[in-house]
């Protein structure tokens, strides 16, 4: 029963995040204006048959600014969840396998990072160096690669001790063919479940920073610079908000349901559990 409902809980996730994403990539065939185009004898119109989802304070269609706005925070979150995770798995490893003073320096680096509150840091960050994508990759990269380091260090000292590692070491197989060929392997399970959640918390603060105006910047068609644009005319035209909102709902949903399935699927102890 539960491997009945993981696999449908699986399929629903992809399917969801597969319409989202091809959406997204299709923007510039399924959108049916441009999304930066102003027609101000049309602004805060509802939906209607010439615009399914209304238009925009500008006169700007919702539909096909829908379409291209998950370009924007996707591709943002999907490159800052890699190169984090990338800079956290190689300290975490590094750590966790050689240990010592190298452990010891690597961790003090990484709790004075944890240490920091990760919004305010990234607010900070983004402040100061001012909006931009590549100053809103740095933000989300400084304040997230810290944790993710933590949980591989700790997973990479259980493995260290495995006997199959000690055997390899009798063998005489050096650190770097252990590591690549062995540890870092049996870490893709976690790593793979770790980077579906990463991605929906970029998403998130992506939309936290936009809404402030440090994150994605007009006219560039994105969720979280609608949300921020709706502000003025939320009550008289709450579509506004609501379409963009339900947008980034539903995308953090098939994230999270997909990281759900994949975790069930991918531990090792559910498979022992469920064979007992």
């Known amino acids: 029963m539960r491997k009945r409902r993981s696999s449908f809980q699986l399929a629903f996730?992809?399917?969801?995040?597969?319409v989202i994403l091809l959406s997204s990539l299709l923007a510039p065939w399924l959108a049916p204006y441009d999304p930066t185009a102003i027609d101000t004898t049309v602004k805060l119109q509802g939906p209607s048959a010439a615009h399914w989802l209304g238009v925009d304070a500008l006169g700007r269609d919702m539909l096909s600014r829908v379409l291209y706005g998950g370009r924007g925070s996707i591709l943002v979150a999907l490159a800052?969840?890699?190169?984090?995770m990338f800079f956290g798995m190689v300290i975490g490893v590094l750590g966790g396998y050689f240990g010592g003073w190298l452990d010891w320096v690597l961790t003090v680096f990484s709790n004075i990072f944890q240490g920091l509150p990760?919004?305010?840091?990234?607010?900070?960050?983004?402040?100061?160096?001012?909006?931009?994508v590549p100053n809103l990759i740095l933000a989300?990269?400084?304040?997230?690669?810290?944790?993710?380091?933590?949980?591989?260090?700790?997973?990479?000292?259980?493995?260290?001790?495995?006997?199959?590692?000690?055997?390899?070491?009798?063998?005489?197989?050096?650190?770097?063919?252990?590591?690549?060929?062995?540890?870092?392997?049996n870490l893709l399970p976690n790593i793979v479940v770790l980077f579906t959640t990463r991605v929906g918390r970029c998403v998130l603060s992506i939309a936290s920073l936009s809404y402030l105006g440090l994150g994605l910047r007009p006219p560039m068609p994105d969720w979280s610079v609608m949300i921020s644009d709706a502000r003025l005319h939320y009550r008289s035209a709450p579509h506004l908000i609501i379409v963009p909102g339900m947008c980034i709902v539903l995308l953090l949903l098939g994230?999270?349901?997909?990281?759900?399935?994949?975790r069930d699927r991918l531990d090792v102890r559910n498979e022992e559990v469920r064979e007992l």
């Open 13 to 18: 996730a992809v399917t969801l995040l597969a």
């Open 80 to 84: 800052a969840t890699v190169l984090s």
């Open 118 to 132: 990760g919004t305010c840091l990234m607010i900070a960050i983004a402040g100061i160096l001012g909006p931009g």
């Open 140 to 185: 989300l990269v400084l304040t997230s690669w810290a944790g993710f380091s933590r949980i591989v260090r700790t997973e990479t000292m259980r493995l260290r001790e495995e006997a199959y590692v000690e055997g390899l070491r009798s063998l005489g197989a050096g650190p770097l063919r252990i590591l690549t060929r062995h540890v870092v392997p």
């Open 255 to 262: 994230i999270n349901l997909l990281g759900d399935a994949l």
